[in-house]
């Protein structure tokens, strides 16, 4: 099984850094080095532009899609995470990282009432705000770098799954 | 162009301050098209003509007198010439300018490319051109004393000529015969007696723009007037254009900009902007031309704020302008949007390139507004032909140009018309003259007797009677003859009249299609003019604020939806003294609700700042008339309309609506939003309105009167008024000017349907669409409209067969939909939390955020104030984390801090022994006065008192908890400030049986007072600020709330829900089981119970705003009791938040969690020690796969479970910490580099490794999405 590339999209100009989509395929959303998010209709794995995001200056490092309730989370290298309507294209909230490092990983979670979760590499902590802007705990991972992020709830309580390497 | 070579002379002033007026004039003209601006173009026409006309009547007067020697006359026709010479050069320049004008419009038209600079000279240069005009006055005004004196008239004729051709070269000298005469002089003179001169150089002087005169209260307006003709002056005086915009830019537009403040836009202050603009514009083609970027920025800076203060006047001035003053601002914005526009092409140059889009936009904008401009103007002249009452023809041919009668008027007509009329006064003419004769004739006698003349004449005998009468009767003969010729004639005239006749009646036929096509024309036109001028100012309003958001003086991180407090939450940093508010923005709850219904966000919504300072409360009524359009009389009582509906509006309303669909299907085409040319046979039917109705919109407090409409692809709600008026709704607003009155949804978006209740009538429905917002529409009164529409959109939507998660379920009945969806046998499987669930359950049952009356009702969970300590509060967290026993649940001493309160009582249970036995009196003592059945409580536990009680700290709810209060705030001991104490009360007072809201357990910051709304202090002293939370929540709204949502979702509260559920939503709701529970409210809040079709029309309007303020019972969901959730399985823990509902975390006790999933495409790079490397899970039906990606390929390899079953532990062979095994497959490989078409290879960036791959993997790997190669390509592999 030999791959060909059947198709090149070139709306970014530079480096494209996170490709996500959804579990239903229905989006794809696509962030480049220079600050541009794009996000992507998918319709038989062929891609149609359906917005796209100006608001950052610096690299986009991770994309975090709230699927069920159509949100998305990004975050950029210039500190600045921004939670988006994928339908409406409305800015639901922009959140700064407190010192302005950059965001390397993040989660979104309305559960039980609506929180972000983001990772920076520079001072290698976590934060975790309300999605209304309330800083609510701050940590600092330990000599770990860490590399993915899952958000969980059981029935009691919120639990952070992080794991690192 | 001759003239302006020359430097400007000082003594030329005068004719230059009137020509610069003029051009001033013409430039404002061209810009402000108000009629004032030709006045002074006129009146200069007219001096011209004044004098030209007085040197006729001289020149009449000498030649009557014989004054005149041979000497002069040669003079006389050198004056003859100068008079003949105005007529034409006034006729000249008026076409020259004219001309100009046309061109400069044209070129705005045609969008090319102004050239203000070159437009504006040859406005000047034409102007200047035949500026001698002046000069020829002035010295005809001198003429008498030279009379005499003209020696030989050759010479003159000589320097006269020199003095036509070019005059201003020789300004200061012009020698004129003997005597030397300045004309520069007469020509200041002249402008002395219009006082202009002097009052500009006083004004000069004065070095204020305009002067505000306190006595009058009046800005003077000359002043104004004549410092934008300065402006232009000073244009032209300059040599250097960098000063004069160096020199406009320092003082002018700040003086200007705070004039148009001051002045409201007065129309001067109005010009004055437009000419600075003006100017400024030429600044910036010259500055961009010299590619002097910093010069340019300077000015953009300056324009920048001209234009939104000119924008912000605009947006909230409008009220106060007439009509005409609208199309002037609509033009000033075209230019707005056009520099930008063209600003924005200056700006992109590189790399920029991402604010093409915003181009796009503006452009597209400016293209709208220049529309909206014509089609007001063409409204304008409909409405001048509409209100002149003229029901004739030649009214009409009158009033339109000639050359466009034909269009409307057949040529034939139009000339049988004229024909006939000529006829007709000829005829009236002769006829005279016959009837005459024939009445001579007849009564001779009698004439004679009145003829004196005649009398005279037979009484000399100068006259025979006889021979007179023969020679009469010869007459008569002749006469016969001329009768006969007559009666011909006549008869010939009266075929003619009949044919006239005919065609006069064809004609007013035509007239009155005429005039009915008109009046349509302007219906639709006014229409569309509202709708489209509407949309342009919600696109310029966005566009404005995008325009603010990116860059420019206004970008400002607030209009992003920043809110931040870096601090960890401290209860000191919210106090009533510490707290600082935003000073522009107040935060309100935003409409966007999750899946699971919660609304987590809060919004910013901007202060009524502009309101505030700068718009006076307009009572023009005349203005607000025209706005309603689409009254069609919605503030008759509901009873009128009911009358009517089935018949006549709805025939009214079909009409209307093709009227709107076709304002729709320009607005797309606008848009662009048309769904592709190939199916232009399709477009035309997409846009047709298959359903139609008259309804209103329930959104937050207010209720919308107006339309709905379906189309095949669309759903279309437009407003009927502007002023939203309806005694039922909380808020009566009135739409934002920038607000749309038509709002289109897709239907390939909609979610759900699900039937609603308004005012006990089945009439409502609430549409769910993707993003997160629902439509509560209400079709009363007759509810088996709600069953066509909503039979008809779920046909509509199913034929998309695009993916989207509408339910496939065709039931209409919410009941049923339940079941469908198996929300219940789910949350006994624990697969739905139990907030979620009780969510979908007050959906289901008709609750929805749009109508206060049935907000979400949720339970008190905890008995609030059996606090013991914030010590406990670990304890309080361990309860809920525990796994506890059935008979652990039961029992009474599990809980060391709260009590659980008692779910399966009602509030009004749970209080005193004392307070349940007064509810029994009362439901036992039968009420004498009405016949109404017999209930526990008199107050319910949800209704919009309540619900304002719990929010008013946060908009909108406070502006509602406001306007239920006459303006202000309830008294500060009856708000809403401590949990105790309101649990206290609604479980103490016989008054208050309140439950809670979802906020309660789903948003913390509606119990602090973000806004800082002052709700005063109580009687005790203490000030009204954040909520007074429970001692085991530490003061943090946030705590609180977390703990309420396990407290929640514990297991206790599980098993004990399905109590609660009964008695709201169940079997415990009405009859018997409701009375042994203590749980009959008002038999006014039951569904069923009210019939309101039967109640008498006086009583209606106070029966339905009782039942909206009182409250509603949720409809009854459930007729059995309601089951209980499945035994406690130690593994199967409930709900996950993945985002994925496959995944489950299957959890053991003391153990880390571990991931399984069947069915994914989440990335899952995780649990691997490799460098740089990220992994995949992807999706597949049949195995189980899994992809790495690393730096240089993609590996695929297969996984298996090695844990067999849920309950068993996972074997620990090889490795302890992975329940899984791994096979690699072989020969699917695939390496990142791949050649593009052309063959170019893409090369990955090395940047990328750093980060997570950017990879996605698209239907069940069939498609790759590969990211991170150099230049921004994504590639589909």
Redesign the interface.
């Known amino acids: 099984?030999e791959?060909?590339?059947?198709?090149?999209?070139?709306?970014?100009?530079?480096?494209?850094?996170?490709?996500?989509?959804?579990?239903?395929?229905?989006f794809?959303v696509?962030g480049?080095?220079e600050g541009?998010c794009i996000v992507w209709t998918?319709?038989?794995?062929?891609?149609t532009k359906k917005f796209?995001l100006?608001?950052f200056e610096s690299?986009i490092?991770?994309i975090f899609?709230?699927?069920?309730?159509?949100?998305m989370a990004v975050g950029s290298a210039e500190g600045k995470v921004?939670v988006v309507?994928?339908?409406?294209r409305?800015?639901?909230?922009?959140?700064?990282h407190?010192q302005g490092f950059s965001v390397?990983k993040l989660c979104l979670?309305?559960?039980?009432?609506?929180s972000l979760l983001f990772y920076s590499e520079m001072d290698g902590s976590l934060y975790s705000?309300?999605?209304?802007?309330?800083?609510?705990?701050?940590k600092k991972v330990k000599g770990k770098k860490v590399?993915?992020m899952?958000?969980?709830?059981?029935?009691?309580?919120?639990?952070f799954?992080v794991?690192s390497? | 162009m001759k003239f302006l070579d020359q430097p400007i002379d000082q003594t030329n002033k005068g004719v230059m301050d009137l020509a610069t007026k003029l051009v001033a004039s013409f430039m404002a003209n061209m810009i402000v098209k108000t009629s004032e601006d030709h006045k002074i173009f006129y009146r200069f026409l007219a001096i011209c003509e004044k004098k030209a006309m007085k040197q006729q009547e001289r020149i009449k007067d000498l030649k009557d007198l014989g004054a005149l020697q041979d000497a002069n006359l040669e003079g006389v026709a050198l004056l003859e010439a100068m008079v003949s010479k105005i007529h034409q050069t006034r006729a000249k320049l008026l076409t020259a300018v004219l001309d100009t004008l046309q061109k400069m419009e044209d070129q705005v038209r045609f969008e090319q490319p102004l050239n203000f600079h070159n437009l504006h000279l040859r406005v000047v240069n034409y102007l200047f051109s035949y500026i001698p005009i002046v000069d020829i006055d002035a010295r005809n005004s001198i003429e008498p004393e030279e009379e005499g004196a003209i020696g030989t008239p050759g010479s003159k004729r000589k320097e006269v000529k020199f003095n036509f051709q070019s005059r201003a070269t020789e300004a200061p000298s012009p020698k004129i015969s003997g005597k030397e005469v300045s004309p520069q002089l007469s020509a200041y003179r002249m402008v002395e007696n219009e006082g202009l001169l002097d009052r500009c150089y006083s004004f000069e002087r004065s070095k204020d723009f305009a002067r505000y005169d306190e006595k009058r209260e009046k800005w003077h307006d000359e002043p104004v007037f004549l410092a934008t003709c300065r402006s232009f002056e000073y244009y032209m005086r300059y040599p250097n254009i960098e000063e004069f915009i160096s020199d406009l830019m320092k003082d002018k537009v700040r003086v200007s900009s705070e004039l148009l403040y001051r002045n409201k836009l007065d129309k001067f202050g109005k010009r004055i902007a437009s000419n600075i603009l003006v100017a400024l514009l030429f600044g910036i083609d010259f500055y961009t031309e010299k590619r002097n970027v910093q010069k340019m920025k300077e000015v953009l800076a300056y324009l920048e704020r001209l234009f939104y203060n000119v924008f912000a006047l605009n947006e909230y001035e409008r009220r106060n302008l007439t009509k005409k003053k609208i199309k002037c601002l609509d033009v000033i914005l075209i230019f707005i949007m056009f520099f930008l526009s063209s600003r924005k092409k200056a700006m992109v140059e590189k790399k920029d390139?991402?604010?093409a889009?915003m181009i796009e936009l503006l452009v597209k904008c400016k293209d709208r507004l220049w529309r909206s401009l014509l089609l007001s103007l063409k409204c304008k002249i409909e409405s001048m032909i509409h209100g002149k009452e003229s029901s004739s023809l030649f009214k009409l041919i009158t009033f339109r140009s000639p050359a466009k009668v034909p269009t409307f008027v057949d040529d034939f007509f139009f000339n049988k018309y004229a024909l006939f009329l000529e006829k007709k006064s000829d005829f009236i003419k002769n006829i005279d003259k016959y009837y005459v004769a024939e009445n001579f004739f007849q009564n001779f006698d009698q004439i004679v007797e009145k003829n004196e003349n005649l009398k005279i004449l037979i009484e000399t005998g100068l006259i025979n009677k006889e021979t007179n009468r023969s020679e009469l009767t010869f007459r008569g003969e002749t006469i016969n003859e001329l009768k006969k010729s007559v009666g011909d004639e006549l008869s010939r005239f009266n075929t003619r009249k009949k044919l006239a006749q005919k065609c006069r009646g064809e004609l007013e036929e035509k007239i009155k299609e005429m005039q009915a096509d008109m009046e349509e024309n302007l219906m639709t036109s006014t229409i569309n003019a509202e709708m489209i001028q509407r949309e342009c100012r919600y696109t310029a309003h966005t566009i404005l604020q995008k325009e603010r958001d990116?860059n420019g003086m206004w970008a400002d991180?607030n209009l992003?939806?920043?809110?931040?407090?870096?601090?960890?939450?401290k209860k000191e940093d919210y106090d009533w003294e510490v707290l600082q508010t935003n000073p522009y923005y107040k935060y309100e709850l935003?409409p966007?609700f999750?899946?699971?219904y919660?609304r987590?966000?809060?919004?910013l919504r901007l202060k009524k700042y502009w309101k505030d300072n700068f718009l006076e409360k307009d009572t023009d009524e005349k203005e607000n008339a025209e706005m309603n359009i689409f009254d069609r009389g919605s503030n008759k009582t509901r009873k009128n309309k009911k009358k009517y509906v089935p018949t006549k509006l709805r025939r009214n309303v079909k009409l209307f609506a093709q009227r709107i669909l076709s304002t729709a299907g320009t607005a797309y085409k606008m848009l662009g939003q048309e769904p592709g040319k190939d199916d232009e046979e399709g477009s035309q039917d997409e846009f047709r309105v298959i359903y139609s109705r008259s309804c209103e919109l329930l959104s937050r407090f207010t209720i919308y009167n107006g339309l709905i409409m379906v189309t095949k692809k669309r759903l279309i709600f437009c407003t009927d008024n502007i002023r939203s008026k309806n005694y039922l709704s909380i808020l009566n607003v009135d739409l934002e000017k920038h607000d749309k009155v038509k709002e289109v949804w897709n239907l390939n978006?909609i979610i759900e349907i699900q039937r609603r209740r308004v005012v006990q009538r089945k009439t409502g429905l609430e549409i769910f669409?993707?993003?997160?917002?629902s439509l509560f529409l209400n079709l009363a009164p007759d509810e088996a409209d709600v069953q066509e529409l909503h039979d008809l959109l779920m046909s509509l939507r199913e034929s998309f067969a695009?993916?989207s998660?509408f339910s496939k379920i065709r039931s209409t009945r919410n009941v049923k939909l339940l079941e469908a969806n198996r929300y219940t046998e789910r949350w006994m499987a624990?697969e739905l939390?139990n907030?979620h669930y009780l969510m979908i359950l007050n959906n289901y049952s008709g609750r929805s955020y749009h109508d206060l009356s049935q907000y979400h009702v949720f339970p008190w969970i905890t008995i609030m104030y059996k606090t013991k300590g914030e010590e406990h509060c670990a304890e309080a967290?361990n309860l809920?984390?525990r796994d506890l026993t059935e008979e652990e649940i039961f029992s009474e001493e599990i809980n060391p801090i709260f009590d659980l309160r008692n779910l399966s009582k009602p509030m009004g249970a749970l209080g005193s022994a004392s307070r349940l036995k007064s509810f029994l009196e009362r439901f036992q003592s039968p009420d004498h006065f009405s016949n109404a059945p017999a209930y526990h409580y008199g107050s319910h536990y949800s209704s919009p008192a309540i619900i304002l009680h719990y929010l008013i700290r946060l908009e909108p709810f406070s502006e509602g908890a406001k306007a239920i209060q006459n303006g202000h705030f309830d008294l500060p001991d009856r708000l809403f400030f401590s949990i105790n104490h309101t649990f206290r009360n609604a479980t103490e007072e016989t008054s208050d049986v309140r439950e809670l809201t979802p906020e309660f357990?789903?948003?913390?910051?509606f119990l602090l007072n973000l806004n800082r709304e002052d709700f005063g202090v109580t009687q005790t002293g203490e000030r009204i600020n954040n909520v007074w939370l429970p001692r085991w929540a530490q003061g943090n709204p946030?705590y609180f709330?977390?703990l309420?949502?396990?407290i929640l979702?514990?297991?206790i509260s599980?098993f004990s829900l399905k109590n609660w559920i009964d008695l709201i939503f169940g079997s415990k709701q009405t009859g018997e089981e409701a009375e042994k529970s203590f749980n009959l409210f008002y038999h006014l809040t039951y569904e069923d119970q009210l019939n309101l079709d039967e109640v008498a029309e006086k009583d209606l309007q106070g029966i339905e705003t009782q039942v909206v303020h009182f409250g509603q019972t949720p409809s009854k969901l459930f007729s059995k009791p309601h089951p209980s959730p499945s035994s406690l399985s130690q593994f199967k823990?409930?709900?996950?938040?993945?985002?994925?509902d496959n995944i489950q975390?299957y959890?053991k006790k003391n153990s880390q969690?571990q991931?399984e999933s069947n069915n994914?495409?989440?990335?899952?790079?995780?649990?691997?020690?490799?460098l740089s490397c990220s992994i995949y899970l992807i999706?597949s039906s049949n195995s189980k796969k899994i992809a790495i990606v690393s730096g240089t390929s993609i590996q695929f390899y297969t996984w298996e479970l090695t844990v067999k079953s849920p309950g068993e532990r996972p074997e620990e062979e090889d490795d302890p910490g992975l329940p899984f095994s791994f096979n690699r497959i072989k020969?699917?490989e695939?390496p990142h580099d791949?050649?593009?078409?052309q063959g170019v290879l893409?090369e990955r960036?090395p940047?990328?490794q750093s980060?997570?791959h950017?990879?996605?993997?698209?239907?069940e790997n069939?498609?790759?999405?590969?990211?991170?190669?150099?230049?921004?390509?994504?590639?589909?592999?």
């Open positions: 099984l791959r060909k590339v059947f198709k090149e999209y070139q709306q970014h100009k530079e480096t494209v850094t996170v490709i996500k989509a959804d579990r239903q395929e229905n794809c696509t480049s080095q541009q998918v319709k038989e794995g062929d891609l796209s100006t608001d690299a490092l991770d899609l709230l699927e069920e309730s159509y949100l921004l309507n994928m339908y409406t409305e800015v639901m909230r922009t959140l700064h407190p390397n979670s309305l559960q039980p009432f609506g705000y309300s999605v209304n802007g309330q800083m609510l705990k701050h590399i993915c899952q958000v969980g709830i059981d029935s009691k309580n919120q639990d799954v794991s390497s | 390139e991402s604010l889009e990116v991180p992003r939806n920043h809110i931040q407090w870096n601090n960890p939450f935003n966007w999750s899946h699971k919660s987590p966000f809060l919004a978006e669409f993707l993003g997160g917002y695009f993916y998660p624990g939390s907030f967290e809920c984390d357990y789903s948003l913390p910051e946030y709330v977390y309420q949502s396990k979702e514990s297991q599980t823990v409930r709900s996950v938040n993945l985002p994925h975390i959890r969690a991931l994914s495409a989440v990335e899952c790079n995780s649990y691997f020690d490799y999706a020969g699917k695939i791949f050649y593009a078409e893409r960036d940047f990328v980060l997570s950017p990879t996605c993997f698209l239907e069939k498609t790759l999405i590969l990211g991170g190669y150099y230049g921004g390509a994504v590639l589909a592999v």
